[in-house]
């Protein structure tokens, strides 16, 4: 049974490109949840998606970030004209049922590092 | 403004002692808490949890402590190994789902033999 899986694992973009991040969940987990580590820094919650549906997006930037998790395939995180000071990990989390709590936690993947040069 | 606090960078102990790693919050409205580990390279993995209503919680050789009057958790590793060294994450959940958990910014272990 894979784990999540997040691909590229490693993408760098100049700026003003657009970045995609494709996040595969876990076999039988419809909850999927994206979260940026920047540099020094903790895990910082952006959107909580269930399949066609964005549930919460209170930590998205309002601008050039959007995220969808279509009926099949992969969740994608996009980022448009990127700047340098998106230059983070992302990691994507998925659950069997809404949350952490009661699911053992989420079940992270790897991350993808973007770097914007 | 920080609300979930690892003060200690970082925290080196010897194989077979005691790893004490603190966290501090602020906001009273956090319900439950989750402590991660991470590897480099890797995502985080969960460890142990504790609800706001337990003061303890154990899993074969960690426990966590939680002082709510205090806004404080500690995880204990007892007895350290080697393969313990990583990057600790405290995170804490204010919806009773913990749909979007917050997450402190991780003090790095090291367990040397």
């Known amino acids: 049974n894979a784990g999540v899986m997040q691909n590229p694992r490693h993408l760098v973009r100049r700026r003003g490109q657009e970045a995609r991040l494709r996040c595969s969940p876990m076999k039988g987990h419809s909850h999927v949840y994206w979260y940026r580590q920047l540099p020094e820094e903790g895990l910082k919650f952006m959107v909580y998606l269930q399949k066609e549906n964005i549930i919460d997006e209170s930590g998205m930037p309002k601008e050039r970030f959007s995220a969808e998790f279509p009926k099949e395939g992969p969740s994608i995180l996009r980022i448009q004209q990127v700047v340098r000071g998106d230059s983070a990990a992302y990691f994507c989390?998925?659950?069997?049922?809404?949350?952490?709590?009661?699911?053992?936690?989420?079940?992270f993947g790897s991350g993808t590092r973007l770097t914007v040069v | 403004d920080q609300q979930v606090k690892q003060n200690s960078p970082s925290l080196s102990v010897q194989e077979g002692r005691i790893s004490i790693l603190n966290c501090d919050y602020t906001?009273?409205?956090?319900?439950?808490f989750l402590w991660y580990k991470k590897y480099p390279a890797e995502g985080p993995t969960f460890l142990i949890s504790?609800?706001?209503?337990?003061d303890k919680n154990e899993d074969g050789r960690f426990t966590v402590f939680l002082n709510k009057s205090a806004k404080h958790l500690s995880l204990h590793i007892v007895p350290s190994q080697p393969g313990d060294s990583a990057v600790y994450f405290c995170a804490a959940s204010e919806d009773q789902a913990g749909t979007a958990l917050i997450f402190g910014k991780g003090t790095t272990l090291s367990v040397s033999s």
């Open positions: 504790i609800s706001s209503i337990k």
């Open positions: 989390a998925s659950s069997p049922r809404q949350g952490a709590l009661g699911n053992y936690g989420y079940t």
């Open positions: 906001n009273s409205m956090f319900d439950y």
